[in-house]
């Protein structure tokens, strides 16, 4: 399941290899992180999170949590 993380880096962006050196992982390991498939350091955690300027917690969920927020806060909105 693709994190969070990756459609806010790509808003910003940061293209996924320079990302990846910039918290410190291969570019192979920050792919596998964003995809859901392996589980990032709390450090790579920190470091994306101060880097994308928001919360741990909001860019390590599910992409898809995130889009369904946003589509509901959108019906809201024109309701």
């Not at 920050?30 to 999170?49: D, N, T, Y």
Request: proline share 4%; net charge positive; glycine share 6%.
């Amino acid at each position: 399941m693709v994190k969070r993380v990756k459609l806010v880096r790509i808003a910003q962006g940061h293209h996924s290899y320079k990302f990846a050196a910039l918290v410190g992982v291969h570019p192979n390991t920050w792919h596998e992180i964003e995809e859901g498939k392996r589980k990032p350091s709390e450090k790579v955690m920190l470091i994306a999170s101060e880097i994308l300027k928001r919360p741990v917690d909001d860019l390590f969920a599910d992409a898809e949590e995130a889009l369904v927020e946003l589509h509901g806060s959108r019906q809201a909105k024109h309701s």
